[in-house]
C-alpha cells in the first residue's frame, strides 16, 4: 500500500461520489485517471484491505431490527448448529466464542417476527435451545473510520 | 418503504458494479431507469440518513489492530448509563451498547475493543474498568469465525 493508495482510502472510505463518473471524480481530486483509481481500488479489495464497497444502511430507519443472539451447543453439535445458523442470509455474524453460552451471531431482519421465526427455525432444526435474543436496549457508539496517514 | 426503493436498493447492494467504471450508469441500467433519476434518488435516501453513507469499509486487522475483543461488564443497573458512556468515549471502543442480562449471565454492557497486542489488550480493558467503575468483565473469546457478511436488506427470497 503506498500513498496514492493511502489517498484513495480516504478519499473512497467515507465519500464514494455518487454520479455518472465516480472514479474519474476521484482521480480528478487526486491527479490521476479514473482508470489508475479503479485498478487501485481492485487490488486493494483483492488483498482484503477493502473488505467492502457500496452503500451502508441504517437498519433501524429502514424499519429493520437487529439483534444479538446466544445460545448454548454441545461439542457435537457444534458443527451442524453453526452450519445451520450460517445459511440465513439474515445472519450477518456466527462465532464460536470462549464459555457458555458459546455460539454468538448477529441477525437483521425486516421485522421482530421475522426474527422469532428464524430463531424458533434455527431451534427446531438444530435441537438446541434456548436461544437469547439480546437486541440492544441503548446504543452509545459504532464504528467510526480510521484515516491514514500518507 | 415504496417497491421502487425497495428495488434501488437490492441492486446498489449488488457490489460487483463497484468494480467498473461508471457503477451508477449500470446500476441504472439493470433498473430500466434514467440515470439522473437514480442518482437524485440516492442522494435523497443519503439525506434521509436511509443510507447512512456510500463508501469503503476497511478490514480492522489491516488498519493494525491485531487484538480484538467482544468484552461484557458486569454492571448495576443505576449506573449502567454512566459507564457506557464513559467507555463509549474510549478511542479504543468501536461498539458499546447496553442489553438484557439473562440466567447465569449477569453482564449487560458490550463492547467492542481493539488493541495491537494481547498485553495492550490487557491495558486498555483495566482502563475501561477503571473509567466505567466496573469490577467484573467478560471477555468472549472468539474461537472460530463461522461466518462474517455485510447485512442483506431485502433479500430475494429462493
Redesign the interface.
Known sequence: MDSVDKAI?NE?????P???????DVGKKLGIS??EV?TR??A??QN????????????K????R?T?C?VHVPEEKLRET??I??SY?????????????NV??TL?A?NEGEIERILSEISDKAGVGPI?N?????????????K?KG | ?EQKDIDI?RA??N?EF????????KIAHKLNME?DLL?ER??QL?E????????????PH??GFSSNA?VTWNVPLEHE?EA??A??AHAR????????G?E??PFTL?T?VHANSPEDLEVVLDELAELGNVKER??????????????????EKM
Not at chain 1, 61 to 64: A, D
Not at chain 2, 138 to 155: A, D, I, M, N, T
Request: charged content about 25%; overall charge positive; aromatic content about 14%.
Open positions: 482510502l473512497v472510505q467515507g465519500n464514494f455518487v454520479s455518472s463518473d465516480p472514479y474519474g479514473g482508470e479503479l481500488v481492485k486493494l479489495k482484503k484491505i477493502i473488505r467492502k464497497v457500496g452503500p451502508f444502511f441504517d437498519a430507519k429502514m424499519g429493520h437487529s444479538l446466544a453453526a452450519d445458523i450460517s442470509v439474515e445472519v450477518t455474524h456466527n462465532y464460536l466464542r470462549e464459555g457458555s453460552p454468538w451471531f437483521i425486516e437469547r439480546l437486541p440492544a436496549r441503548r446504543m452509545f457508539k459504532i464504528k467510526v473510520d480510521l491514514l | 418503504m436498493i446498489l447492494q457490489e463497484y468494480f467498473e467504471l461508471n457503477p451508477f450508469a440515470l442518482l440516492i442522494k443519503k434521509a440518513g436511509i443510507i447512512r453513507r456510500f463508501g469503503a469499509a476497511m478490514t489491516k488498519a467482544m448509563n457506557a458512556e467507555m463509549a471502543v468501536s461498539h458499546c451498547y447496553l442489553r438484557d439473562f447465569g449471565f458490550y467492542m467478560r471477555v468472549l473469546k472468539s474461537l472460530k469465525e463461522y461466518k462474517k457478511s455485510s447485512p442483506v436488506y431485502f433479500p
